[in-house]
């Protein structure tokens, strides 16, 4: 099976900062690698696939980077909206889907 | 306007069954693959089974595997998941997901949840 494993796993930061989640995969899986956003008692929401691709309606602070096993969630200037928790997820192996541990994004 | 609504959900003693349903409307059903996730109460995302379009391709994660069964009726619009052996470990609110393809898989619509309790 092929692990994801996210840090950091909780982060503290404030309106306006630039934030980075990062995402490592235990093989190789090109660029197939998604990034949802979950806020409590909600479902998830899709924000990049592909590794790079934007959802459409996602506001354009949102970017996503990487290929191979490491790859980057990046929010460029955090709005009180934001604050949530982010999952990567790896589409590489469709047999067996898997996602990070989440990091849980806090309001300083 | 896509739209995914799960039922089904509930208490259920350890050992028993339970069949989730998730409706669908607001796209052609039979055109896409379908997923189920859980989330156990605090914890993260765990996918648990999907289902191809024509069904022709079934796949679960090990921890559900010969105990939950997935199947979708496309002439109902509804995908289905069948829980036996239940255990306390099955605790979750499960979501199901459309999956669609563009360079890789990705789950692009989540229904809103139904959550299932396992406990005597």
């Known amino acids: 099976d092929i692990q994801m494993t996210q840090s950091p796993s909780s982060l503290s930061a404030s309106v306006g900062d630039r934030v980075t989640i990062t995402c490592r995969a235990s093989?190789?899986?090109?660029?197939?690698l998604n990034w949802y956003q979950q806020k409590p008692g909600k479902a998830p929401k899709l924000l990049i696939y592909?590794?790079?691709s934007l959802q459409s309606g996602v506001p354009s602070r949102f970017s996503g980077s990487g290929s191979g096993t490491d790859f980057t969630l990046t929010i460029s200037s955090l709005q009180p909206e934001d604050f949530a928790t982010y999952y990567c997820?790896?589409?590489?192996?469709?047999?067996?889907?898997?996602f990070g541990q989440g990091t849980k994004l806090e309001i300083k | 306007e896509v739209q995914l609504v799960e039922s089904g959900g509930g208490l259920v003693k350890p050992g028993g069954s339970l069949r989730l349903s998730c409706a669908a409307s607001?796209?052609?059903?039979?055109?896409?693959?379908m997923n189920w996730v859980r989330q156990a109460p605090g914890k993260g995302l765990e996918w648990v089974s999907s289902?191809?379009?024509?069904?022709?391709?079934?796949y679960y994660a090990d921890s559900v595997k010969g105990r939950f069964t997935i199947s979708r009726d496309n002439a109902k619009n509804s995908l289905y998941l069948q829980m036996n052996s239940l255990r306390a470990e099955d605790t979750a609110v499960y979501y199901c997901a459309r999956d669609r393809v563009d360079y890789g898989d990705y789950f692009d619509y989540w229904g809103q949840g139904t959550l299932v309790t396992v406990s005597s």
């Open positions: 093989q190789s899986i090109s660029s197939y």
């Open positions: 997820q790896q589409s590489y192996s469709t047999a067996m889907y898997t």
């Open positions: 289902i191809s379009s024509s069904s022709s391709y079934i």
């Open positions: 607001g796209f052609t059903f039979s055109s896409y693959s």
């Open positions: 592909a590794a790079s």
